[in-house]
Structures are given as structure tokens and as C-alpha cells.
């Protein structure tokens, strides 16, 4: 049976899926400081982080329109499947529940499922991996949501932030903790809730000191991890994420370890030198 994945920009698309008719990466945009930008292939990092640290307002994201997802879900694919960041953080999933509704009452009895990945980045790339795995496997359409809400329900997300200012723009962290945060160079380890809404884990002085302890907190939670693939996501940082991967590998045994760069919705959030893991 044939199929296609669609995964808001949020997530990062491996180098094989770029020009996969079966992957399709349906952009958010983001906003700062009035100025519009399209989270998609035409995404500058290096420019747009430039724009975020001038700005003294928070960079602000908007979710695709459900008319948008509904010319996703417009193909010959008899399974569609489509992966969006976490309810929790974004319209993007009742963006894309919504137009697969409205695809549907054009077009019944078609397969189309929607994922709310409670997560972000390449948390939302492993559920992408996930679900062609189970697609190459021969999975009916039922199975394949089976295994992936599953595996969605054993998956964790973790990350350090290096910058500390889109916290404090967005009001998450007032401007005398922001301060004394970047005084005392005390660096956030993040994670996800089950319900996909963002957490502090734990928190250390010093960006390596900070990324020790997400390694064990990762270590911690990952179960079974010989079966699982780890990814890493980086912004503006490889040689970080890179130091990263080995300090895993020295506790874990994985599949495979991935890692990428961030795309526009991920660098918003990860903002300069921020690292993420998803397992």
C-alpha cells in the first residue's frame, strides 16, 4: 500500500526525505519583530538568530491553516499520515485535525490520521521514522497507528538552552532570574511532560555541566534503548551536539544515533547553542 508523512516544520526532515514525494513538510511561520518569516526550505538560521537577539520582543510562531493540511492530504497515497508539534505548544494539530476533517467530507472513506507528537523537533522526526518503519513492514493503516501512538507514548524529549533570552522575552523567566541565570551561569535542563507541555528538569552552572546532567537524566528514562533510535538536534552548535552523541554513547546502547540541525520553529524555541534529544 502506498503511503505519505506529513510533518509540520517544527520537525526536522532527514536528508532522504527532501526529495521523497512521500514526505511532505507543511511550514509554520514565524514572526519578529513584524517581520514574517516561512519556516521552509528558503529558512536562513544564522539570519534569523541575528533578527531574534535585535528584537526586544519574542519571536512568535503561527500554525499552518487547516486549507493548508487539506493540500497535504490531497495525493493518491492510500494511507496519509500527519505528525504535528505538541498540542500543548501550537494550533498545528487542530490545524490538522481540522483539515483532515474537512478533506474527508470531500473525500469519505479515505485513510488519513493525525499525531499529536506531545513533543517537538526530532521528536517529531523519530515519529516520523516510526511510522515509514512500520509502513515498510507491511502494517495495515490500523497498525501503524497502533505502534506509533505507542511508541509516541514512550518517547521523551529533553533539552539545554545556552540563550536564555527567549525565555525571559516570552515571560517564562522574569528579567532579574534571566540576570542572575546569566551572572551565575546557570543553564535550564528542559524536558516533556506526558501531556507534551515543557518542563525544568534540573539546571547546572556552566553549558557542559548542564548537558552531563541531561545525559543522565536521558540515561535514566530511556528503557530498552538497544531498540531505539536517539536523535539530536542542534542549533548553531554541531560541534556541541557531536560531544553530545559520544557522551551518550558512553551510557547508552542505541540503534542509531541521529543527528541535525534545527529548522526555523526549533531554532525559535532552542535559540543559539540550544541542544535537543528525543528517544
Keep these: 500500500m502506498s503511503y505519505k508523512i506529513i510533518i509540520d516544520s517544527c520537525g526536522e526532515f532527514l536528508d532522504e526525505w527532501k526529495d521523497d514525494e512521500r514526505f511532505e513538510s507543511v511550514p509554520l ?15 536562513d538560521q544564522a539570519e534569523f538568530l541575528k533578527k531574534v537577539a535585535a528584537c ?23 494511507h496519509i499520515y500527519a505528525v504535528t508539534l505538541s498540542s500543548e505548544l ?12 474537512l478533506f474527508l467530507e470531500e473525500n469519505p472513506g479515505r485513510n488519513v490520521y493525525v499525531f499529536n ?3 517537538a523537533s526530532v521528536g517529531e522526526t523519530l515519529i516520523g521514522m516510526k511510522i515509514q518503519e512500520c509502513e515498510e513492514a507491511g502494517c495495515s493503516f ?5 505502534r506509533v501512538e505507542k511508541y509516541i507514548a514512550e518517547q521523551n524529549t529533553f533539552f539545554v538552552l545556552d540563550d536564555l533570552e527567549t525565555l525571559r522575552k516570552n515571560g517564562r523567566l522574569s528579567r532579574v532570574k534571566s540576570l542572575v541565570a546569566s551572572a551565575l551561569k546557570i543553564k535550564p535542563v528542559m524536558g516533556s511532560t506526558d501531556e507534551g507541555t515543557i518542563c525544568q528538569l534540573d539546571q547546572a552552572r556552566g553549558i557542559n555541566k548542564a548537558l552531563i ?4 537524566h536521558v540515561a535514566e528514562k530511556t528503557e530498552n534503548s538497544e531498540t531505539k533510535v536517539l536523535a539530536i538536534s542542534h542549533c548553531n552548535c554541531r560541534e556541541r551536539a557531536m560531544l553530545l552523541k559520544d557522551a551518550l554513547q558512553e551510557r547508552l546502547t542505541t540503534k542509531e544515533i541521529i543527528v ?3 529548522a526555523g520553529v526549533s531554532s525559535m524555541y532552542a535559540n543559539n547553542g540550544g541542544v535537543i534529544v528525543a528517544v
Design 29 to 43: 511561520t514565524l514572526n519578529v519583530g513584524g517581520e514574517t518569516v516561512i519556516d521552509d526550505e528558503t529558512f
Design 56 to 78: 526586544p520582543e519574542c519571536p512568535k510562531s503561527a500554525c499552518p491553516s487547516p486549507e493548508r493540511y487539506m493540500k497535504a492530504y490531497e495525493c493518491e497515497a492510500d
Design 90 to 101: 501550537s494550533g498545528s494539530y487542530n490545524s490538522a485535525v481540522i483539515g483532515k476533517d
Design 117 to 119: 507528537s506531545r513533543s
Design 142 to 146: 490500523r497498525e501503524t497507528v497502533e
Design 213 to 216: 546532567k541531561m545525559v543522565q
Design 260 to 262: 541535525l540541525d534545527t
